[in-house]
Protein backbone atom coordinates (compact mmCIF):
# COMPACT_ATOMS: atom_id res chain seq x y z
CA UNK A 1 0.00 0.00 0.00
CA UNK A 2 1.17 3.44 -1.07
CA UNK A 3 2.69 5.48 2.58
CA UNK A 4 0.98 8.48 1.39
CA UNK A 5 -2.69 8.45 -0.61
CA UNK A 6 -4.61 11.09 -1.97
CA UNK A 7 -8.29 11.23 -2.81
CA UNK A 8 -9.91 11.98 -5.28
CA UNK A 9 -7.07 11.19 -7.88
CA UNK A 10 -8.91 13.55 -10.07
CA UNK A 11 -11.84 15.94 -9.99
CA UNK A 12 -13.85 18.46 -12.26
CA UNK A 13 -16.26 21.07 -10.73
CA UNK A 14 -17.33 24.71 -11.62
CA UNK A 15 -16.83 27.80 -10.16
CA UNK A 16 -18.33 28.46 -7.15
CA UNK A 17 -18.36 25.16 -5.97
CA UNK A 18 -16.47 24.07 -2.51
CA UNK A 19 -14.11 21.04 -2.71
CA UNK A 20 -11.99 19.00 -0.49
CA UNK A 21 -9.41 17.41 -1.34
CA UNK A 22 -8.10 14.83 1.18
CA UNK A 23 -4.72 12.95 2.04
CA UNK A 24 -3.76 9.91 4.25
CA UNK A 25 -0.41 8.88 5.37
CA UNK A 26 0.83 5.46 6.88
CA UNK A 27 4.33 6.77 7.44
CA UNK A 28 3.85 8.16 10.93
CA UNK A 29 5.24 11.36 9.97
CA UNK A 30 4.18 14.36 12.01
CA UNK A 31 4.48 16.90 9.56
CA UNK A 32 2.47 17.46 6.90
CA UNK A 33 1.84 19.35 3.42
CA UNK A 34 0.08 21.00 0.33
CA UNK A 35 1.28 21.92 -2.85
CA UNK A 36 0.29 22.92 -5.96
CA UNK A 37 1.84 22.53 -9.46
CA UNK A 38 1.54 24.76 -12.48
CA UNK A 39 3.40 24.50 -15.58
CA UNK A 40 6.51 26.44 -15.67
CA UNK A 41 5.98 27.13 -11.55
CA UNK A 42 7.13 24.40 -9.99
CA UNK A 43 5.57 23.33 -6.33
CA UNK A 44 4.46 26.02 -4.52
CA UNK A 45 3.79 25.82 -0.75
CA UNK A 46 0.17 26.04 0.16
CA UNK A 47 -0.38 25.21 4.20
CA UNK A 48 1.62 23.08 5.72
CA UNK A 49 0.90 21.39 10.16
CA UNK A 50 3.73 20.14 12.33
CA UNK A 51 1.24 18.49 14.25
CA UNK A 52 -2.54 17.83 14.84
CA UNK A 53 -2.61 21.65 16.40
CA UNK A 54 -0.72 22.97 14.44
CA UNK A 55 -1.48 24.88 11.32
CA UNK A 56 0.36 27.21 8.96
CA UNK A 57 -0.21 29.47 5.90
CA UNK A 58 1.72 28.73 3.11
CA UNK A 59 3.32 31.58 0.50
CA UNK A 60 -0.76 30.69 -1.37
CA UNK A 61 -2.98 30.16 0.80
CA UNK A 62 -5.35 32.73 0.06
CA UNK A 63 -8.67 31.27 -0.96
CA UNK A 64 -7.69 27.62 0.45
CA UNK A 65 -8.28 26.22 4.40
CA UNK A 66 -6.95 23.07 5.76
CA UNK A 67 -7.96 20.69 8.57
CA UNK A 68 -5.73 18.17 10.45
CA UNK A 69 -8.31 15.77 11.59
CA UNK A 70 -5.51 13.35 13.04
CA UNK A 71 -1.95 12.80 12.48
CA UNK A 72 -2.70 10.43 9.25
CA UNK A 73 -4.92 13.14 8.06
CA UNK A 74 -4.47 16.91 6.07
CA UNK A 75 -7.56 17.71 3.92
CA UNK A 76 -7.51 21.01 1.80
CA UNK A 77 -10.53 22.46 1.10
CA UNK A 78 -11.08 25.24 -1.29
CA UNK A 79 -14.56 27.23 -0.32
CA UNK A 80 -15.70 28.72 -3.43
CA UNK A 81 -13.33 26.93 -6.38
CA UNK A 82 -12.36 29.72 -9.30
CA UNK A 83 -10.76 28.47 -12.27
CA UNK A 84 -7.17 29.80 -11.61
CA UNK A 85 -7.07 27.10 -9.22
CA UNK A 86 -7.18 24.50 -11.62
CA UNK A 87 -3.43 22.75 -11.02
CA UNK A 88 -2.25 19.57 -9.83
CA UNK A 89 -1.98 19.27 -6.25
CA UNK A 90 -0.08 17.22 -3.68
CA UNK A 91 -0.01 16.20 -0.32
CA UNK A 92 3.29 15.75 1.24
CA UNK A 93 4.77 14.50 4.94
CA UNK A 94 8.20 14.52 6.55
CA UNK A 95 9.79 13.67 9.40
CA UNK A 96 12.85 15.12 11.08
CA UNK A 97 15.50 14.07 9.06
CA UNK A 98 14.34 16.00 6.13
CA UNK A 99 12.95 15.64 2.76
CA UNK A 100 9.58 14.85 1.84
CA UNK A 101 7.25 12.34 0.69
CA UNK A 102 4.97 12.82 -1.82
CA UNK A 103 1.62 11.35 -2.77
CA UNK A 104 -0.01 11.00 -6.15
CA UNK A 105 -1.52 14.22 -6.80
CA UNK A 106 -4.85 15.12 -7.24
CA UNK A 107 -5.78 17.11 -10.73
CA UNK A 108 -7.98 19.39 -10.22
CA UNK A 109 -10.02 21.24 -13.39
CA UNK A 110 -12.12 24.49 -12.13
CA UNK A 111 -14.51 25.06 -15.04
CA UNK B 1 14.01 35.27 0.95
CA UNK B 2 15.09 31.59 0.09
CA UNK B 3 15.02 30.71 -3.22
CA UNK B 4 16.14 27.85 -5.91
CA UNK B 5 17.18 28.76 -9.55
CA UNK B 6 17.75 25.61 -11.82
CA UNK B 7 18.44 25.71 -15.35
CA UNK B 8 15.26 26.09 -17.80
CA UNK B 9 14.40 22.86 -20.27
CA UNK B 10 13.43 21.17 -21.79
CA UNK B 11 16.90 18.95 -22.05
CA UNK B 12 16.78 16.58 -24.83
CA UNK B 13 19.40 13.60 -24.64
CA UNK B 14 20.51 10.76 -26.31
CA UNK B 15 20.63 7.20 -24.16
CA UNK B 16 24.03 7.03 -22.70
CA UNK B 17 25.03 10.90 -23.00
CA UNK B 18 26.52 13.13 -19.84
CA UNK B 19 23.56 14.56 -17.81
CA UNK B 20 24.09 18.21 -15.61
CA UNK B 21 21.06 20.12 -14.55
CA UNK B 22 22.41 23.31 -13.11
CA UNK B 23 20.80 24.43 -9.59
CA UNK B 24 21.79 27.30 -7.65
CA UNK B 25 20.37 28.76 -4.51
CA UNK B 26 20.00 31.30 -2.64
CA UNK B 27 19.72 31.09 1.66
CA UNK B 28 20.59 32.92 4.82
CA UNK B 29 22.13 29.88 7.06
CA UNK B 30 23.05 26.77 5.96
CA UNK B 31 20.19 24.62 4.13
CA UNK B 32 19.49 20.71 3.41
CA UNK B 33 19.61 20.50 -0.64
CA UNK B 34 17.56 18.19 -2.40
CA UNK B 35 17.06 17.02 -5.49
CA UNK B 36 13.72 15.24 -6.27
CA UNK B 37 12.38 13.18 -9.84
CA UNK B 38 8.37 13.40 -10.71
CA UNK B 39 7.95 10.60 -13.70
CA UNK B 40 4.99 11.19 -15.78
CA UNK B 41 1.61 10.77 -14.11
CA UNK B 42 3.47 10.69 -10.53
CA UNK B 43 4.61 12.42 -7.49
CA UNK B 44 8.02 13.56 -6.76
CA UNK B 45 10.38 11.09 -5.16
CA UNK B 46 13.31 12.27 -3.39
CA UNK B 47 16.23 11.32 -5.46
CA UNK B 48 19.07 12.24 -3.49
CA UNK B 49 20.46 14.99 -0.55
CA UNK B 50 22.90 16.48 1.14
CA UNK B 51 22.89 18.78 4.03
CA UNK B 52 26.19 20.34 4.46
CA UNK B 53 28.98 21.78 2.28
CA UNK B 54 31.11 18.99 0.37
CA UNK B 55 28.92 16.75 0.87
CA UNK B 56 27.85 14.45 -2.33
CA UNK B 57 24.56 13.03 -2.67
CA UNK B 58 23.70 9.68 -5.05
CA UNK B 59 21.17 7.52 -6.04
CA UNK B 60 20.65 5.44 -9.05
CA UNK B 61 23.76 6.83 -11.18
CA UNK B 62 22.70 10.49 -10.10
CA UNK B 63 25.18 12.25 -8.30
CA UNK B 64 25.57 16.38 -6.68
CA UNK B 65 27.61 18.05 -4.72
CA UNK B 66 26.67 20.56 -1.93
CA UNK B 67 29.36 23.52 -2.86
CA UNK B 68 29.14 26.24 -0.42
CA UNK B 69 31.53 28.74 -2.46
CA UNK B 70 29.39 29.12 -5.68
CA UNK B 71 26.05 28.28 -3.66
CA UNK B 72 25.53 25.47 -6.21
CA UNK B 73 23.94 21.77 -6.67
CA UNK B 74 24.25 20.81 -9.67
CA UNK B 75 22.83 17.31 -10.82
CA UNK B 76 24.57 14.86 -13.07
CA UNK B 77 24.46 11.39 -14.41
CA UNK B 78 27.20 9.73 -16.45
CA UNK B 79 25.21 7.77 -19.04
CA UNK B 80 21.50 8.52 -19.02
CA UNK B 81 18.81 5.82 -19.86
CA UNK B 82 15.32 6.03 -21.62
CA UNK B 83 14.26 5.73 -17.93
CA UNK B 84 15.22 8.74 -17.02
CA UNK B 85 13.08 10.70 -18.65
CA UNK B 86 11.03 12.66 -15.85
CA UNK B 87 10.83 16.22 -14.74
CA UNK B 88 13.56 17.21 -12.19
CA UNK B 89 13.21 19.27 -8.98
CA UNK B 90 15.92 21.56 -6.99
CA UNK B 91 15.15 22.27 -3.81
CA UNK B 92 16.32 23.38 -0.21
CA UNK B 93 15.20 23.41 3.33
CA UNK B 94 13.99 26.87 4.53
CA UNK B 95 14.43 26.57 8.39
CA UNK B 96 13.42 30.31 9.11
CA UNK B 97 10.72 30.69 11.93
CA UNK B 98 11.62 27.38 13.61
CA UNK B 99 10.03 25.80 10.95
CA UNK B 100 11.00 23.78 8.19
CA UNK B 101 9.69 24.07 4.95
CA UNK B 102 11.07 23.34 1.49
CA UNK B 103 11.22 25.65 -1.41
CA UNK B 104 11.37 24.53 -5.38
CA UNK B 105 12.89 25.53 -8.48
CA UNK B 106 10.36 25.50 -11.47
CA UNK B 107 11.81 21.77 -12.64
CA UNK B 108 13.52 20.60 -15.95
CA UNK B 109 12.12 18.51 -17.92
CA UNK B 110 14.63 15.83 -19.34
CA UNK B 111 13.35 13.35 -22.50
CA UNK B 112 16.63 10.64 -23.07
CA UNK B 113 15.64 9.46 -26.71
CA UNK B 114 16.47 5.60 -27.95
Known amino acids: DADVTQTPRNRITKTGKRIMLECSQTKGHDRMYWYRQDPGLGLRLIYYSFDVKDINKGEISDGYSVSRQAQAKFSLSLESAIPNQTALYFCATSDLAGGEFFGPGTRLTVL | GNSVTQMEGPVTLSEEAFLTINCTYTATGYPSLFWYVQYPGEGLQLLLK?????DKGSNKGFEATYRKETTSFHLEKGSVQVSDSAVYFC?????????????FGKGTKLTVNP
Open chain 2, 50 to 54: ATKAD
Open chain 2, 91 to 103: ALSDRRGGSEKLV
